[in-house]
């Protein structure tokens, strides 16, 4: 048997849809982008969403609506993928890295609090493997700190506060205290990459809550000059007859989501609630199985939130790196498909040349020391889920007699 991590679950009806794009003569941002849209702010409760060509882009350019840029710092965890801080640094603000709570692969709240300074503009808390952050807390730390805050644009004195922005790459469709992930913080970016539970092949959108005295039409345009080299029409708009001329009101960016991509993401959000259900099947399947033999797993569903079910975390307690390496090896030898997420940033080569040290975030090193990711895709069978648990269990206590 080979298991796949996380390919696409792509149907004739995604397919059919991309073809009728195709047909209409129109394949760049258009109308099915703006429907794409429309639909992403109706599911996250938002007035608003803008698609953009990544997650990335989605929190590079929301820094750069507030303004942020040098002399500014931003927070976001060290324990993550190199996205949630790598804009940061492009927008010539200072990445502050904090570490993970003990046990917990979200950030550590009072680390949050104790990082932010005057020179704060916003924080990047980051959800995990589908598992939203307790943002109640990170709204707590931005409030006690909030007379530090020092604005340094129009928007930022309007929020009036250090701005939330969440990095949702895993967390399309989850909920925290009622509040689905798209509402909760001030904004909100997801990625809808083609491992993801939702797919465009690339892509990614950001929605956001109103903000007190600010137009979200106003939001929604300067979102989109952002993303279109600051011009001031559109594709769609320029078509209209004798409608050429526009105007450049910025040296903006490039980060449009098409029509193309958009028309995956149409059907696949028809499809979304069957896709979450088929997860949350496997992780009940998986969390049976984890248990009976002690494993540590990520806690995907409880009274206070639902996951997206995006990834299955698990810990193999007591052991190191050499130990969980080694389980990974012996997996893949029989054809399963395994990951880690994450190698905390601090690890990588980028951010040892910025001066981070994996020796300051240890919780974070504990987290990753012994993590493996498992399989979690709609397309696994309950044959499959099987066949990876008995691999998973095989393979531990062949490196457990290799290490007696």
Request: charged fraction near 25%; glycine fraction near 6%.
């Amino acid at each position: 048997m080979r298991i796949s991590f996380s390919p696409p679950d792509i149907t004739q009806k995604e397919i059919d849809e991309v073809v009728d794009t195709l047909k209409s003569g129109w394949i760049t941002t258009g109308p099915k982008t703006k429907l794409f849209e429309k639909q992403i702010a109706e599911s996250c409760r938002t007035s608003k969403a803008v698609a953009m060509n990544s997650a990335t882009a989605a929190m590079e350019m929301t820094l750069r609506l507030l303004g942020i840029g040098e002399g500014d710092e931003v927070i976001t965890s060290a324990y993550t993928y190199s996205a949630s801080a790598s804009v940061i640094h492009h927008v010539g603000a200072k990445i502050i890295l904090v570490d993970t709570e003990k046990d917990s692969f979200h950030l550590d709240y009072q680390a949050v609090v104790n990082a932010i300074t005057n020179k704060t503009k916003a924080i990047i808390p980051v959800d995990i493997a589908g598992v939203m952050c307790n943002y109640d807390k990170i709204f707590e730390a931005v409030d006690y700190k909030k007379d530090l805050f020092r604005p340094s644009s129009e928007l930022q004195e309007m929020i009036g506060r250090i701005a939330v922005i969440a990095d949702a790459a895993h967390s399309f469709g989850a909920s925290f205290k009622g509040k689905m992930s798209g509402e909760a913080a001030d904004f909100t970016c997801f990625s809808f990459h083609a491992v993801k539970n939702l797919t465009t092949a690339e892509g990614g959108a950001v929605t956001w809550r109103d903000i007190l005295g600010v137009n979200n039409d106003e939001i929604y345009t300067k979102f989109m000059l952002l993303t279109l080299h600051g011009q001031s029409k559109d594709a769609l708009a320029k078509t209209k007859l004798g409608a050429w001329e526009y105007d450049i009101l910025s040296p903006a960016y490039k980060c449009n989501m098409t029509d193309i991509m958009a028309s995956l993401g149409l059907v696949q959000l028809q499809r979304y609630p069957e896709i979450l259900e088929r997860r949350k099947q496997i992780i009940e399947m998986y969390n049976h199985a984890m248990n009976s033999v002690g494993m540590d797993v990520l806690a995907h569903y409880t009274d206070e939130y639902a996951s997206s079910g995006h990834l299955y975390l698990v810990r193999l307690p007591g052991k190191d790196e050499s130990f969980r390496n080694r389980v990974i090896e012996l997996m893949a030898g029989k054809g399963i498909a395994t990951n880690v997420h994450y190698k905390p940033l601090p690890m990588h080569t980028a951010y040892k040349n910025l001066g981070f040290k994996i020796s300051d975030y240890p919780n974070a090193f504990d987290m990753y020391k012994n993590e493996v990711t498992l399989p979690l895709h709609s397309l696994l069978t309950n044959e499959e889920v099987e066949y990876v648990v008995k691999g998973l269990k095989e393979s531990i206590k062949e490196v457990d007699a290799i290490y007696v």
